[in-house]
């Protein structure tokens, strides 16, 4: 009787068997990446409201407590440097855009080196974003410049680079 049998029927239970293991090995790497993915974009949150918090800290301080401006602003500038580096575009550039508008900020005396300095942050983003798995971190040196050092590159428009997406 065994003579007569297929080979689909005398190797159907080492099939079934391949195929379980299988199915168990792509379920626990999709389990994975899924729970991977999840714990980035946990980071990545958290990442981002401690830098917000840590800013409106600094913000309320210098409000509420002026004669603790030394500290305020210390908080303001270290969130600020956090901010860039794991904010979204669209956050700084607002932020840029609205300190640029109230102050009016002059040309720097020194783009050429604010330019290049702009490029170690650009890489810092780059690889923090990379890190996190986060797409488009590229942020222009038309808005680096003005957020960290009060000044604007020549002939930079700001408004329609961040207007851009």
């Given at each position: 009787?065994?003579?007569?049998?297929?080979?689909?029927?005398?190797?159907?239970?080492?099939?079934?068997?391949?195929?379980?293991?299988?199915?168990?090995?792509?379920?626990?790497?999709?389990?994975?990446?899924?729970?991977?993915n999840r714990d980035l974009e946990k980071t990545q949150v958290e990442m981002r409201q401690e830098a917000y918090q840590?800013?409106?800290?600094?913000?309320?301080?210098?409000?509420?407590?002026?004669?603790?401006?030394?500290?305020?602003?210390?908080?303001?500038?270290?969130?600020?440097?956090?901010?860039?580096?794991?904010?979204?575009?669209?956050v700084i550039c607002s932020m840029t855009s609205y300190w640029n508008h109230v102050e009016k900020y002059p040309v720097c005396p020194d783009?050429?080196?604010?330019?290049?300095?702009?490029?170690?942050?650009?890489?810092?983003?780059?690889?923090?974003?990379?890190?996190?798995n986060i797409p488009d971190p590229d942020l222009d040196a038309v808005v680096i410049v003005p957020y960290l050092w009060n000044c604007v590159l020549p002939g930079a428009d700001l408004e329609r680079v961040c207007a851009t997406p």
């Open positions: 009787m065994d003579e007569k049998k297929t080979w689909f029927e005398r190797h159907l239970a080492l099939m079934v068997a391949l195929v379980g293991i299988v199915s168990g090995l792509l379920s626990a790497t999709l389990t994975n990446h899924l729970a991977r840590a800013f409106l800290d600094g913000q309320t301080m210098l409000r509420r407590e002026p004669q603790k401006e030394v500290e305020a602003n210390r908080r303001i500038y270290s969130a600020k440097f956090n901010i860039l580096v794991i904010g979204p575009r669209s783009f050429k080196a604010r330019r290049r300095d702009a490029a170690i942050y650009q890489e810092m983003r780059r690889a923090t974003f990379t890190s996190l």
